[in-house]
């Protein structure tokens, strides 16, 4: 079945760096614009980041443009969020996310259908 | 970056009530407008894409319409599973942005 799975959440000082995996499975990996979505605990979503289907074109939220990075290795069915200097305010859960609908020119127009379970990032020291 | 306003940011409804959550944009979105259902300690589930366009699998009490900058997700017939919060997401330009939130609780 369709299933993305993070990993790599936890609790990491002020400054820090962490590395987030979304392990994907039961689908066209390389046909998926993914992206990368977050949300305080009983507050609303935020956007983090979008990569195109080959990894051509990555896109920000202007909160972590310079800090983060996502990337994705087709090969291995797997999306990444390198993140670095990370604030207190990046504390969030944290879901990978994709689709296929608009591939594969409008791979972030026509909203995201397959989300991950989310994984818990705490920046505390 | 497009502001996108949702209202009410709650509300209470009985079950077989129509419900109507609307979304103001700052700026047209031509179709570009998307709605997600999530509950509590739960993912965001995909509802309507590019204005009216029903997802796969999403009952078809759940519509959409919209004119550029204001948007509507109506529920026709509120069901108990249909307890939850939706948020709509504009995917019309980069930095993307999700509303708010409408929490839709029993009455």
């Known amino acids: 079945q369709v299933q993305l799975v993070e990993s790599g959440g936890g609790v990491v000082q002020p400054g820090r760096s962490l590395r987030l995996s979304c392990a994907a499975s039961g689908i066209t990996f390389s046909s998926y614009g993914m992206h990368w979505v977050r949300q305080v605990p009983g507050k609303g979503l935020e956007w983090v980041a979008v990569i195109s289907y080959d990894g051509s074109n990555e896109y920000y939220a202007d909160s972590v443009k310079g800090r983060f990075t996502i990337s994705r290795d087709n090969s291995k069915n797997t999306l990444y969020l390198q993140m670095n200097s990370l604030r207190g305010d990046d504390t969030a859960v944290y879901y990978c996310?994709?689709?296929?609908?608009?591939?594969?020119?409008?791979?972030?127009?026509?909203?995201?259908?397959?989300w991950g379970q989310g994984t818990t990032v705490t920046v505390s020291s | 970056d497009i502001q996108l306003t949702q209202s009410p940011s709650s509300l209470s409804a009985s079950v077989g009530d129509r419900v109507t959550i609307t979304c103001r944009a700052s700026q047209s979105l031509s179709i570009y407008l998307n709605w997600y259902q999530q509950k509590p300690g739960k993912a965001p589930n995909l509802l309507i894409y590019a204005e009216s366009n029903l997802q796969s699998g999403v009952p078809s009490r759940f519509s959409g319409s919209g004119s550029g900058t204001d948007f509507t997700l109506t529920i026709s017939s509120l069901q108990p599973e249909d307890f939850a919060t939706y948020y709509c997401?504009?995917?019309?330009?980069?930095?993307?942005?999700f509303g708010g939130g409408t929490k839709v609780e029993i009455k």
């Open positions: 997401q504009q995917t019309y330009s980069i930095p993307l942005t």
């Open positions: 996310a994709g689709t296929s609908l608009g591939y594969p020119d409008y791979y972030f127009r026509y909203g995201v259908d397959v």
